[in-house]
């Protein structure tokens, strides 16, 4: 699920959230945005049942997906579209 709030002009707050699955139980969003970096922005567990983190971007198109543990990779249904090479995101 994505929430995308815009800050100003050149940048959106985008909030990146998945349910809570306890078959993975560490996911990060990485993309162009962190240089692909696992580990970088975990999405972190909520009391409302998923686990979210949100990152400030600049605006224009971001290419990302979400890496579980195990080499587990998810696209985003709620992208602006998917490709072979993942979500995108365009802010």
Not at 6 to 19: A, E, R
Not at 21 to 37: E, K, L
Not at 67 to 74: E, P, Q, R, S
Request: net charge positive.
């Amino acid at each position: 699920m994505l929430k995308r709030t815009p800050v100003n002009g050149t940048k959106t707050k985008v909030t990146f959230s998945l349910p809570i699955d306890d078959s993975t139980p560490s996911v990060s969003v990485v993309g162009d945005f962190n240089g692909w970096q696992p580990g970088k922005h975990e999405l972190t567990p909520r009391r409302n049942g998923v686990r979210s983190v949100t990152l400030t971007l600049p605006s224009g198109e971001h290419r990302f997906r979400y890496l579980g543990t195990g080499g587990v990779w998810l696209d985003d249904a709620e992208a602006d579209r998917i490709d072979a090479q993942g979500s995108v995101l365009v802010v």
